[in-house]
């Protein structure tokens, strides 16, 4: 969004002398800033608005008289400016400024006279027994894979560990039933397989989806599935295409790197298997739909910025990898026991965020998918923003969403989970046979937490 540049008439100047916007800015700023924060990104001057959300660009000038009068009095800062610029721009940035104010609705905002819970939480109720968008089904706690970094492991205590358990079909259908009774208001439906490692269960998986096919006829359903590509048959690779399943691939770049972590329950490493897995799915995903397909790589010690760019060059270097994301991530704290590592290993750290940044100034064509992936992560927060026409003056808690309506976690017995990212021991809200615990939701998840 570009800030509209004001061209005074010589009736305006007449009109609306420097005591016009000393007067109009002293209202403005005099009495409290505005929340707002101004952006020198190093090839372009902006303003974030606060209480509208938006991102406006300006003038070099504009952005100087703003940034004086939100560190300054009001007189100080108008005198620093015409004595820099002279009276004449002065006049042409601050109409500016009036103009942007009262076109744009910005920097209107100063307190926040509300803050708490989001206002749908008011009808929860009827938000969740309508407008469920997606689910994910723990089809297994078992997996024939021992990574050194995995929150199922015995030695991390926030999550459950391995076991035999498994989902049973009744369960998987029940799951089902209870998203097609609670979506009616929803277009799109989304099915995640969930682990464990979902792939040994792929008969179960195409039960599933056969069953959700049969019954969900009046929005479209999207699959996905996360999976470390191990057991990936050509089989496998040709019906997850057909069903126009999306996939998070885990593999954390070369061989050296991906089996140091990655490990089988025998101790060996899954790397030729895992990259065996990944280019049958991408032969698959290449001749008939591209972007369905990101890679996970974990981070993992010894840290350097030589390690990163060494995972980086292992994914260009795949010739036959399709168009991907490949989103590095640092492992789980407290998911590597101090046996695993030395302190020599954590000293030459290098955010792999900052990496990517750097990357990209460096080269604003980059196509690494490693960089992509990182740049996309971090700026879809500004991107996927709600902007408003009208500031609003209510300020909402952080990681609010409605406990069950954008997606659930089913475990294997058939308990509902808010999300499948948060600990396996918190508290339930309801299962698919008796349906959602409205009282749990409203105690625990939306009146304790406020």
């Not at 076109?103 to 307190?111: D, H, R």
């Not at 998911?335 to 990209?360: C, N, P, R």
């Not at 026409?389 to 509902?416: A, E, V, W």
């Amino acid at each position: 969004m570009t800030w509209k540049k004001a061209f005074l008439t010589m009736d305006q100047a007449q009109t609306r002398d420097k005591n016009f916007y000393l007067d109009f800015l002293g209202e403005v700023f005099g009495t409290g800033k505005p929340l707002a924060k101004l952006l020198d990104t190093g090839s372009g001057y902006y303003l974030y608005d606060t209480g509208t959300n938006k991102i406006l660009a300006c003038r070099r000038e504009v952005y100087d008289l703003l940034a004086g009068l939100f560190q300054e009095d009001v007189k100080q800062a108008s005198g620093n400016f015409i004595s820099r610029y002279g009276e004449r721009e002065f006049l042409v940035s601050s109409e500016e400024i009036v103009e942007a104010m009262n076109t744009e609705k910005i920097l209107l905002l100063k307190k926040a006279t509300n803050f708490g819970l989001s206002d749908h939480l008011q009808d929860f109720r009827q938000v969740l027994n309508t407008s469920m968008q997606g689910m994910h089904m723990e089809l297994t706690e078992k997996c024939f894979m021992n990574c050194g970094y995995c929150v199922y492991q015995d030695h991390y205590k926030e999550k459950r560990n391995y076991s035999d358990k498994s989902m049973s079909l009744e369960t998987a259908k029940k799951a089902i039933e209870f998203l097609k009774n609670h979506s009616t208001d929803s277009d799109t439906v989304m099915i995640g397989f969930y682990g464990g490692e979902p792939l040994q269960r792929f008969s179960f998986i195409k039960d599933c989806v056969e069953y959700a096919k049969k019954i969900i006829k009046d929005k479209e359903i999207k699959f996905n599935m996360t999976t470390n590509a191990v057991s990936v048959t050509p089989e496998i690779a040709e019906y997850l295409i057909n069903e126009g399943f999306s996939l998070l691939v885990s593999l954390d770049g070369p061989k050296e790197i991906h089996d140091r972590y990655r490990k089988d329950v025998t101790g060996k490493g899954s790397f030729d298997r895992a990259i065996n897995g990944l280019k049958l799915l991408s032969e698959k995903y290449r001749e008939k739909k591209k972007g369905m397909i990101s890679i996970n790589a974990v981070y993992t010690p010894p840290y350097s910025e030589e390690k990163i760019n060494r995972i980086n060059d292992f994914f260009k270097q795949l010739t036959w990898l399709p168009p991907v994301n490949v989103f590095i991530n640092y492992h789980n704290q407290n998911s590597l026991t101090v046996e695993m590592f030395t302190q020599e290993d954590l000293k030459q750290d290098k955010s792999t965020v900052q990496w990517a940044i750097e990357k990209y100034r460096s080269d604003f064509e980059v196509s690494d998918s490693m960089v992509k992936g990182q740049i996309e992560k971090t700026f879809a927060k500004f991107i996927q923003r709600s902007i408003l026409n009208q500031p609003f003056d209510r300020f909402y808690f952080n990681g609010c969403c409605l406990p069950g309506q954008r997606k659930t976690h089913i475990n294997t017995d058939g308990s509902i989970h808010i999300c499948e990212r948060i600990s396996s021991n918190s508290p339930s809200i309801g299962n698919v046979y008796s349906g959602f615990d409205f009282d749990a939701i409203e105690k625990v998840y939306i009146k304790e937490y406020a």
